[in-house]
């Protein structure tokens, strides 16, 4: 497992261990992004989570990964009539840095999980509604 999952598992470990000796299990909400800056997810319409509340997995937010690549280039041709725009084809190795983006937008619903006696807030997943 990558150290993001570990960590990420060893968060919600401690959260039910902290949730349970508080008396308070975990449970599941439903939220709705406010805002993004800085990131607000409301409940319902008395409670509004604010970012400290708030911990996000990778599922809603922009991350950068290293990848491994190890391929050619497409032999394509085209440009803008330039010659250096002509068909090729080159070698396209080694370790690469690329940002994956799934930060939460506003209007968007939430996955949530409470812990900590309901003081902190995983964000697990967005949902899309069924049409």
């Not at 607000?40 to 970012?51: A, F, G, H, T, Y």
């Not at 280039?73 to 085209?78: D, K, W």
């Amino acid at each position: 497992m990558s150290a993001d999952i570990n960590a990420f598992l060893g968060n919600v470990k401690r959260a039910a261990v902290e949730a349970v000796a508080a008396g308070s299990p975990m449970s599941f909400l439903l939220g709705k992004v406010t805002s993004v800056s800085p990131l607000k997810v409301q409940i319902d319409q008395k409670l509004e989570l604010i970012e400290a509340q708030l911990i996000l997995t990778n599922a809603v937010r922009d991350y950068t990964v290293n990848m491994t690549v190890n391929h050619e280039t497409e032999a394509a041709a085209g440009g803008s009539g330039d010659a250096a725009f002509a068909s090729h084809k080159h070698s396209y190795t080694g370790k690469k840095a690329y940002t994956v983006h799934l930060g939460l937008k506003p209007g968007e619903q939430v996955l949530l999980l409470r812990t900590d006696g309901g003081q902190k807030f995983i964000i697990l997943d967005r949902l899309e509604a069924l049409a």
